[in-house]
C-alpha cells in the first residue's frame, strides 16, 4: 500500500519549450561614434589581444555608409577589434538591437544565423595577396588568430567559425599564389573557397551558419557561392571579431556594414516557475533562476518569467496522473495508488489526491465529458492505456497510444 506522503519525487520531466526571442538583426555601420577616440566606440569594440586597433575612418568615400567606417590602414601589423555580444550589444544603431543585451545566439535549424561585412581592398590583383581580412563569431571570447600556416588541423574543434580573405599564405613551394580567394575557418581549419574570388574594390562577404553544421558562404558583390561544413556545431556565440594583417604594408582594407541577423537568440536565465511534485497531486513551486535549475529539482519549468499562481494554481500536479509514485513508468506500483482511489460508482474521493485519477471520459462519438467526482471503471481503462509495466519510462510528450498522461 503506497503511502501519500513518502512518494518521492522524480523520474524525467519532459523538457518544457523554451521561449524564443525575435531573431537577432545586429547591424553595425560605425555611423554614430564620434570618431576614433569616441569612448563609446571603444567600449563596444574593444582591443583584441592587445593588438593594434583599426582605424575608424571618418569619412564616406568608396560608397560605404556614411559618415565613418573601419580601416586597416596598410602597415605590417596585426589590428583587431572584439565585439563582447555577452556584455550587450546595445550600442548598435539596429533597431531592435538594444532588446538583447547579454544573450548568445545559435543558428536554428529553421533560422539560418549569418553574419557578414562589407570589404572593400584597395590593392590591384598582383598585390592582394598580401592582406588578411577576417570576421569571426565564437563563443566564450575564443580567438581565431590569421595563421602562417593554412594547414593547420586543430585536433578538436575550437568554438569559433570565420570567414574572410586569407591570401598572405605561401604555397608548398613557399610562393604566394593565392590572390583573391576567400577562406573559412571551420572550426579546426581553415578551408579554401574555389567557388568565387574576392575583387579589388567593393566585396560582401557573408557566413549563413545552420544548426546542421552547414554553411553558406558568399561573395554578394561579385556574386559567388558555395557550402561548407562547420566542425565547430555548438553554437551559442557571443563575440563577434574582426582581424587583419599585411605582410608588407602595403594595402588598405575597410570594414563596413558588419551584421548578425537570424538565429536563435537564448543565453540570459529568465527566472521562472518550477514545479517539484511531491506526491500525487501535492507539490511545492517556486521561482527559480532557470530551466536548468528547475531540472536539477526534477520539477516542471514553467517558462522563463512564469509564476506559480495563487495556491500553485500553475502546476498540474496530477501530471502524469497514471505514473502515481512518480518513479518515470506505470506499474503495479501505480495501480496500487490506482486501488486505493477506487470507489466503483460511489461519489466521492477516499483521498483528495485521487482526483488526479478521476479522468474525463470518452465519448462513442469523440469528445470527453468531465471527470465525474469518482474513480470507476471508466478510469481503470484510461489508466491501463498509459500502463509501461515496471522500469519502463512514460514516455510522457509521446505517450502510448490513447494515454492521456
Ligand atoms: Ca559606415
Ligand atoms: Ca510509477
Ligand atoms: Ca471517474
Ligand atoms: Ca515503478
Not at 605590417?76 to 538591437?97: F, H, K, P, V
Request: a negative charge; proline letters at 7%.
Amino acid at each position: 500500500m503506497p503511502n501519500w506522503q513518502s512518494v518521492a519525487a522524480g523520474g524525467l520531466w519532459a523538457v518544457a519549450a523554451t521561449a524564443l526571442a525575435a531573431p537577432m538583426n545586429y547591424h553595425e555601420t560605425w555611423d554614430s561614434y564620434g570618431g576614433p577616440g569616441d569612448p563609446t566606440f571603444l567600449a563596444v569594440w574593444a582591443d583584441l589581444d592587445s593588438l593594434n586597433r583599426f582605424n575608424l575612418l571618418t569619412d564616406n568615400d568608396n560608397a560605404f555608409t556614411g559618415p565613418n567606417n573601419l580601416e586597416y590602414p596598410g602597415v605590417n601589423q596585426d589590428r583587431g577589434l572584439i565585439n563582447n555580444l555577452a556584455d550587450g550589444i546595445n550600442n548598435s544603431q539596429a533597431t531592435g538591437a538594444e532588446l538583447y543585451p547579454g544573450q548568445w545566439v545559435s543558428p536554428a535549424a529553421d533560422s539560418e544565423l549569418c553574419v557578414g561585412m562589407y570589404l572593400y581592398i584597395s590593392a590591384p590583383l598582383a598585390n592582394r595577396k598580401l592582406v588578411n581580412t577576417i570576421i569571426v563569431i565564437s563563443k566564450g571570447g575564443q580567438n581565431v588568430s590569421i595563421p602562417k600556416d593554412a594547414t593547420v588541423v586543430l585536433p578538436e574543434p575550437i568554438p569559433a567559425l570565420a570567414f574572410g580573405l586569407i591570401n598572405g599564405w605561401p604555397d608548398a613551394g613557399g610562393t604566394q599564389v593565392n590572390y583573391a580567394t576567400p577562406y573559412f575557418f571551420d572550426g579546426k581549419q581553415w578551408v579554401r573557397i574555389n567557388a568565387f574570388a574576392t575583387a579589388t574594390g567593393h566585396n560582401r562577404l557573408w557566413m549563413c551558419i545552420r544548426s546542421d553544421g552547414s554553411v553558406m558562404l558568399s561573395e554578394l558583390k561579385g556574386g559567388g557561392s558555395t557550402t561548407g561544413t562547420a566542425q565547430y556545431t555548438g553554437g551559442e556565440f557571443d563575440t563577434l571579431s574582426l582581424r587583419a594583417n599585411d605582410v608588407l604594408g602595403w594595402v588598405t582594407a575597410r570594414i563596413d556594414d558588419v551584421f548578425l541577423t537570424g538565429g536563435t537568440i537564448g543565453g540570459v536565465a529568465s527566472p521562472g516557475a518550477c514545479c517539484v511534485r511531491t506526491a500525487l497531486g501535492g507539490g511545492t513551486c517556486s521561482i527559480v533562476a532557470s530551466q536548468t535549475e528547475c531540472q536539477t529539482l526534477s520539477g516542471v519549468w514553467k517558462g522563463g518569467g512564469s509564476t506559480c499562481g495563487t495556491n500553485n494554481a500553475n502546476c498540474d500536479f496530477c501530471w502524469p496522473f497514471a505514473d502515481s509514485d512518480d518513479d518515470g513508468d506505470v506499474d503495479l506500483d501505480d495501480f496500487g495508488v490506482f486501488q486505493t482511489c477506487f470507489t466503483g460508482a460511489t461519489s466521492g474521493y477516499l483521498h483528495p489526491e485521487c482526483r488526479c485519477l478521476d479522468r474525463p471520459i470518452p465519448q462513442e462519438g469523440g469528445g470527453f465529458l468531465p471527470p465525474d467526482n469518482r474513480v470507476d471503471n471508466s478510469d481503470l481503462w484510461e489508466f491501463t492505456k498509459c500502463w509501461t509495466g515496471p522500469a519502463i519510462l512514460l514516455d510522457r510528450t509521446s505517450p502510448p497510444p490513447g494515454c492521456a498522461p
